[in-house]
């Protein structure tokens, strides 16, 4: 959303779009990795060979779906972090953030300081008073 400096809501953009913007980040890394390890699974990409094992390693339903709670929990990132952007849906901009430190895949200690970041941007009033 851009809005001139003379809007009311410009503060509070100023504030939101910089966690935003990384949780989005932390979003895509997210479905990378997710698509990273099924390639790695079905044997498309090489492996060091106690990680494939790992993997491949797992009961047969476990590694699958993994991945795809992953790529949900990229998505739902991803969505929370757009509608950031715009100010809107306050409730699924939170549940973004805190989908970011979901411990699906390692990327959660990336998700989380950039997730603690937008939800204590978020408890802000003059913040959360301009969502809609």
Same mark, same amino acid.
């Given at each position: 959303?851009?809005?001139?400096?003379?809007?009311?809501?410009?503060?509070?953009?100023?504030?939101?779009?910089?966690?935003?913007?990384?949780?989005?980040?932390? $979003?895509?890394? *997210? =479905?990378?990795? /997710?698509?990273?390890?099924?390639?790695?699974? +079905?044997?498309? %990409?090489?492996?060091?060979?106690?990680?494939?094992?790992?993997?491949?390693?797992?009961?047969?339903?476990?590694?699958?779906?993994?991945?795809?709670?992953?790529?949900?929990? $990229?998505?739902? *990132? =991803?969505?929370? /972090?757009?509608?950031?952007?715009?100010?809107? +849906?306050?409730? %699924?901009?939170?549940?973004?953030?805190?989908?970011?430190?979901?411990?699906?895949?390692?990327?959660?200690?990336?998700?989380?300081?950039?997730?603690?970041?937008?939800?204590?941007?978020?408890?802000?009033?003059?913040?959360?008073?301009?969502?809609?």
């Amino acid at each position: 959303m851009n809005v001139p400096r003379s809007d009311p809501r410009w503060p509070a953009l100023r504030r939101l779009r910089p966690p935003a913007f990384m949780l989005m980040n932390v $979003g895509v890394i *997210t =479905i990378a990795y /997710a698509l990273v390890m099924a390639a790695v699974m +079905r044997g498309w %990409l090489p492996a060091p060979a106690d990680f494939a094992t790992s993997l491949r390693g797992q009961t047969e339903w476990e590694a699958p779906l993994k991945m795809i709670v992953s790529i949900l929990a $990229g998505l739902l *990132t =991803i969505v929370g /972090a757009w509608s950031a952007f715009g100010l809107r +849906r306050w409730g %699924l901009v939170v549940v973004g953030a805190v989908t970011a430190i979901t411990p699906v895949t390692p990327v959660c200690f990336l998700g989380f300081p950039f997730a603690l970041w937008t939800l204590w941007v978020l408890s802000m009033p003059e913040v959360r008073q301009h969502f809609t």
